[in-house]
């Protein structure tokens, strides 16, 4: 049992991955999130990026030559690449892919056909992403996703994940549209404005979204974010969970973890 929590043996981690989809705004760099729907069991009415848990079906023999930049990945490489993508596209329509043999990515028209026809199949499950990559003669754009963080759930956490995050340029032509089940909004915004509205108790943010959306700020545009993420060495992170004198518990990183330190406002924001 842990001496600080209480809690007793760790459960098991579930493998999951995340899209941070960037793109250039009037006013800097913006990033794509949504507000999870409020009768979720996890991060209920939260802000995330898309993204959830890497499936079976995610592994599907059948999606082996439907991506570029799938060369040289592991079997497991693969597959979190494939649920960042499919989770995407279920919760607000984005999908990075192209037509074979196309060097763009999907334009509007044809994103707003392939939803109509496909993501409410999707949602449920099974083998349905597979179905219409292969039946629409798609490839995932797995070229264009960089890894861009590495982050494990206290081991005292009643629920964990063993989260992989990608970072890729948005679909220029594509707008997105939450799902109304598991996202009830899709908007873009800047990093910073994200923290604002977190610090000021308008907007619900978890602890590894704000990180890596303090992550994020420090980068003016897709270009410097795209560099930095090449530049960075990607850690594991996994957080502590520390006591604070008032008795909540607060998550701490390592000092060498490669983020910036969060203001107290927000460490307010995320003590439980």
């Known amino acids: 049992m842990d001496a600080i929590t209480g809690a007793s043996a760790p459960v098991e981690a579930r493998l999951a991955a995340t899209l941070v989809l960037v793109r250039d705004g009037s006013r800097g760099l913006e990033v794509l999130m949504i507000v999870r729907h409020h009768e979720l069991a996890f991060a209920s009415g939260a802000a995330v990026f898309p993204g ?15 991506g570029a930049g799938r060369e040289g990945l592991d079997r497991w490489q693969r597959s979190a690449h494939v649920a960042a993508i499919r989770e995407t596209f279920e919760e607000c329509g984005v999908l990075l892919a192209r037509e074979a ?3 763009t990515l999907l334009g509007r028209e044809r994103l707003d056909a ?16 597979a179905d219409m990559v292969c039946e629409e003669g798609l490839e995932l754009a797995v ?22 995050f990608f970072i890729a340029p948005a679909p220029p032509e594509q707008l997105a549209q939450h799902d109304g089940s598991e996202a009830v909004a899709a908007f873009w915004v800047r990093p910073a404005d994200a923290l604002a509205e977190c610090a000021q108790g308008t907007r619900t943010i978890m602890y590894p ?40 518990l607060l998550p701490t990183l390592a000092a060498d973890a490669g983020y910036p330190a969060l203001p107290d406002q927000l460490l307010d924001r995320v003590a439980r």
Do not use: C
Request: glycine share 8%.
């Open 52 to 66: 959830g848990k890497v499936t079976e079906w995610d592994d599907d023999p059948r999606l082996a030559a439907r």
């Open 101 to 103: 043999g196309v060097a």
């Open 114 to 129: 392939l939803r109509l026809q496909w993501q409410e199949g999707i949602a449920g499950g099974g083998s349905g992403f």
């Open 143 to 164: 070229d264009l996703m960089l890894p861009y963080a590495h982050w494990v759930t206290p081991a005292v956490s009643p629920k964990r994940f063993d989260t992989h």
């Open 209 to 248: 979204t704000l990180s890596n959306l303090a992550l994020l700020s420090e980068s003016p545009d897709v270009a410097s974010a795209l560099n930095a993420t090449r530049r960075r060495p990607l850690r594991r992170i996994q957080p502590t969970l520390s006591r604070r004198p008032d008795g909540k």
